[in-house]
């Protein structure tokens, strides 16, 4: 579906309205969603389309997903923690994954950052060198 200048202004519109302090507030997305849907206007779904494609990008923006091969213990999270905090600032939502593929050491992702340390990463890349 082609958005329009007018659609992708509008999804714009509304992402600024559901910030609150520089965040994304989930109650007021899912209002502003219940009333675009409500207006039977001709180009909701590509305003929506826009919308949501800039609620996606403020999610992993201020989400940072650190996948290891064996569980973290507590101690070792709220490490990754602060320096994920002291890096990127406040406000970032961690989530911990276990990914026993990956073979050993971490893989942390915010946003499009992605920072790998992982064994296996390194076994590609020898292997790519090769």
């Known amino acids: 579906m082609k958005i329009t200048k007018s659609a992708r202004n509008a999804g714009k519109q509304l992402y600024r309205l559901c910030l609150v302090d520089g965040l994304l507030d ?3 997305v899912r209002d502003v969603v219940q009333r675009v849907i409500a207006t039977s206007q001709r180009n909701v779904p590509a305003i929506l389309q ?16 650190v996948q290891s091969a064996t569980p973290l213990t507590a101690g070792v999270q709220e490490v990754i923690q602060a320096g994920v905090t002291r890096h990127y600032g406040p406000g970032i939502a961690m989530v911990f994954a276990q990914r026993p593929e990956l073979i050993g050491g971490l893989r942390l992702q ?3 950052d992605v920072i790998d340390g992982t064994v296996r990463a390194k076994l590609e890349a020898l292997k790519n060198s090769f």
């Open 110 to 112: 915010v946003g499009c």
């Open 26 to 28: 989930e109650g007021r």
């Open 50 to 65: 826009h919308f949501l494609r800039l609620v996606q990008l403020d999610y992993a923006r201020h989400t940072a997903i």
